[in-house]
Nanobody, 124 residues
């Protein structure tokens, strides 16, 4: 069992930055690939970014490449999503998720544990 608690998010103007955090407790954090997904009202949950359990590889949706950075600190059992140059299209609920080791990182069904979600609103 892994519990994920998210923090960060809020309201920001276009071009601004936010950082999301996701703290894990329970089983060995370092065994889990971590992902971030987002969901806008009336839309499906979409992949944003992922970092492998070893931390050696990161993956991003095309829409956020060059603007968002995912990182993890295994000593703190925490994964981060640094979001820069935010756009109104980035608005939505953001969710962190944990999947055991080797998973299809962009598929939300591959992740077993989910955070509670946090709202990000980018105004134009």
């Amino acid at each position: 069992q892994v519990q994920l608690v998210q923090s960060g998010g809020g309201l920001v103007q276009a071009g601004g930055s936010l950082r999301l955090s996701c703290a894990a407790s329970g089983r060995a954090f370092s065994d889990y690939t971590m992902g971030w997904f987002r969901q806008a009202p009336g839309k499906e949950r979409q992949f944003v970014a992922a970092i492998t359990w070893s931390g050696g590889n990161t993956y991003y949706a095309d829409s956020v490449k060059g603007r968002f950075t995912i990182s993890r600190d295994n000593a703190k059992n925490t994964v981060y999503l640094q979001m820069n140059s935010l756009e109104p299209e980035d608005t939505g609920g953001y969710y962190c998720a944990a999947g055991y080791r080797w998973i299809t990182y962009y598929s939300h069904s591959q992740y077993r544990y989910w955070g509670q979600g946090t709202q990000v609103t980018v105004s134009s």
